[in-house]
């Protein structure tokens, strides 16, 4: 089987390691035979929703985020948008999940209108929240990562986040949520990079990916080798904010 991963502005939206997430996509996939290609989607270049399976975007300071928002309302945005109706796997850190909601005001400057995927919106806060996160998603599982981001994100009713802050601040430092799953979409603050600690998410975008290419009877097989990821997420679990 073979899936194909779009990494979205990889020059540009690329802080606090979060390529992580695509070498993580990228050997969970390989260590059940499942070949996938990543590709760079930068400025200019069109997003095919019926080449893509995954799609990905990183975080950035409010300069990068500015410098790609015109060609992300531009060429981008009908087939990010086609991508996201048609089930295609999306996650978005940080500044990457700011531009999936409906908008970010930085700072500094106007308005960065999103791609409303998510029905949420950020503005630039007074404080800058930097430090070890910890959620319970709703099944009750755990996610660690660390955040560092001005922005606060208020998400629409009936928006689920990805889980509930334990440690750290989230999206806005007082609602006690973190990030946003919308069907196959998710966001979230959380650098580190997210999946190589957080395996079972990680498998659940694999998963979500396989069967909407390959049909709902696809499994992905148990990793025996998941020993060091749930070793760094246990340790992850028990750092301070
Ligand atoms: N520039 C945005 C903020 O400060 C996003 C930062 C990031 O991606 N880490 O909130």
């Known amino acids: 089987m073979k899936l194909t991963l779009g990494h979205l502005y990889p020059d540009h939206l690329n802080i606090y390691g979060d390529r992580g997430n695509i070498l ?41 985020q500015v410098k790609i928002c015109a060609d992300l309302q531009g060429v981008k945005q009908k087939g990010i948008v086609e991508s996201a109706a048609s089930g295609v796997v999306m996650l978005g850190i940080c500044g990457g999940y700011q531009l999936m909601g409906h908008y970010y005001k930085p700072h500094d400057g106007d308005k960065l209108p999103g791609l409303s995927l998510i029905d949420a919106y950020t503005v ?11 959620i319970r998603r709703p099944d009750g599982s755990t996610v660690v990562g660390f955040e560092n981001h001005s922005g606060l994100t208020y998400l629409g009713e009936g928006v689920a986040p990805l889980g509930h802050v334990l440690t750290g601040y989230g999206n806005n430092g007082s609602d006690g949520m973190e990030g946003a799953v919308v069907g196959n979409l998710y966001g979230t603050y959380l650098h580190g990079s997210l999946l190589p600690k957080n395996p079972a998410l990680a498998d659940e975008m694999l998963l979500k990916a396989i069967q909407r290419r390959y049909g709902t009877h696809i499994a992905l097989a148990e990793l025996p080798e998941d020993t060091l990821e749930i070793k760094a997420h246990q340790k992850a679990l028990a750092f301070k904010a």
Do not use: C, H
Not at 27 to 37: F, K, N, S, V
Not at 124 to 134: D, E, L, P, Q, Y
């Open 24 to 64: 993580a996509l990228y050997q969970r996939a390989a260590w059940r035979g499942i070949e996938m290609t990543v590709k760079g989607l930068g400025p200019g270049d069109p997003v095919d929703p019926d080449e893509v399976d995954i799609l990905f975007i990183g975080g950035g300071q409010d300069t990068q």
């Open 124 to 134: 630039a806060g007074s404080k800058r929240f930097i430090g070890n996160v910890s």
